[in-house]
């Protein structure tokens, strides 16, 4: 039984294959029969060049003839000046202006006797919160009782401290001892005026003149002091008033505060406002800006040294930005007009560049990063840009006249040499190759220097200006017809 189911197999498989050859000989007999005429002769791969002209006189100039743009499809195209590059883009970030930083200090030695009233607006505060309502949040006093701190906005001229302080109070007394002085030889100089010369001796009528002059130095010695320890005006007037003050007082008025002086203190009647705050000054802001470091509080002892506060003016913020070497180089060739660039906040509203200034290209490079510093101006008005916050700078740059571009596909290289087929007459038909010397590379556009540079002039670059024609297609069948024709016996 297996036997003969065997038998069954190798005969299926041998009629297949008998089958499979047949019809393979069938296919070839009928292609053999019915095969089309044209099936065994050779078709040329592409049409025959039309013949290209040389001339004797320039074997460099390929001449083209009139069926050359159906042969050989020949197309060129204008060069054109050099589009401008894209814009350069630097990274960086916002930073204080260190020239709108004031520190305040204390030109001599006191205590700190009061801090400065904050006001409503003067609280750090979002768009929807009111300012009565955060001031009341932030202070948790009462306005009048609230004082000064780190995050205020501050007036010029604001009151930040008064400081209590011996030296003030001492300079003042010998301001009106000096104008008492003045006033008193003042007047003896004035009785001496009114006597005829010959009563009273020179030497009496010029110590008088003299001791008038020397009041004079020494009351303006005074208040400049008091004016370069940045007293204000009305300090300063106060003094004058308490002097003039001393000058009309009666004689059993000064024998009262002579005895009154001589009695023990806890006997004296109570000072009035100017004597208790004879020895008090108050430091004034001297920018309008944000407090952004305060380092005194009240009873603190301060002198010269000490930075009672530091007050930034936020309406324009420095922008400092990271530029490479070679983008430094393009920076320094940008007229004033064109030192400009729109900065985008890498945080919110980065979609919405802001116009800022460039001010400074900086001259040392970063060893490790290999970048040079660029600064420059952001107006922030509003004052709700971030210290620190990061930013993207973006520069325009100019096109450079130096370059002009042409497509890739007009480029011929021959190993480290590049050149072109230049169109020399007004009908396209004749073309002469040019070395060219290539600056930069693209995938559809070179940019080519217009004149070259003495080196390259060296290596047979010539120049290649905006206007002229180039080939763009069909230039490598006419540069090898070109090297064909100088290999040949004609072209040697």
Known sequence: MSRSSSLVKIFLRVFIALLLLGGVAGGLFFWVKYRPAHATESSPLSAPLPRIGWDSHSPDVIQLPADYTTALKVKTTTVKPAPLPEPL????????DANRLARVKCFFSGQVVSIGKRSPQSAVRSPQQKPATVFAADCGLRTADCGLRYGDLVKKDQVLAVVWSQTVGEKKSELVDAISHLETDQRVFDRYRKVDRGIIAEKDYDNARRNVEQDIIAVEKAERTLLSWRLSAPEIQAVRREAERMRERK???????????TKSPR??????????????????SPIEGVIVE???????????????????????????????????????????????WKVYLDGAGADKPLDGEIDQIGKIIDPAQHTG???????NRAGNRLIGEFVTATIDLPADPALVAIPSSALIEEGDAASVLVAIDSSHRAFTPR??????????????????NP???????????????????????????LANFKTSPNGR
């Open 267 to 284: 006997h004296r009647p109570e000072n009035d406002d100017a004597t208790a705050h004879w020895a008090e000054t108050a430091i004034l």
């Open 435 to 452: 070395k060219i010397a290539v600056v930069q590379r693209g995938r559809e556009t070179i940019l080519i220097r217009s004149e070259p």
């Open 89 to 96: 883009r630097l990274r960086g970030s916002l930073m204080l």
């Open 251 to 261: 004689e059993e008025d000064i024998a009262t505060i002579r005895r009154e002086k």
């Open 294 to 340: 305060k380092n005194v509080t009240i009873g603190d002892v301060v002198d010269n040294t000490t930075d009672l506060f530091k007050i930034v003016d936020l309406s324009h913020l420095q922008v400092m930005a990271n530029a490479y070497e070679e983008d430094i180089a393009a920076l320094r060739q940008l007229k004033p007009e064109q030192m400009r």
């Open 455 to 481: 080196v390259e002039k060296q290596h047979g670059a010539q120049p290649l200006h905006a206007g002229e024609e180039v080939v763009t297609t069909g230039n490598l069948q006419l540069a090898a017809e």
């Open 373 to 379: 510093l660029v600064s420059g101006w952001l107006s």
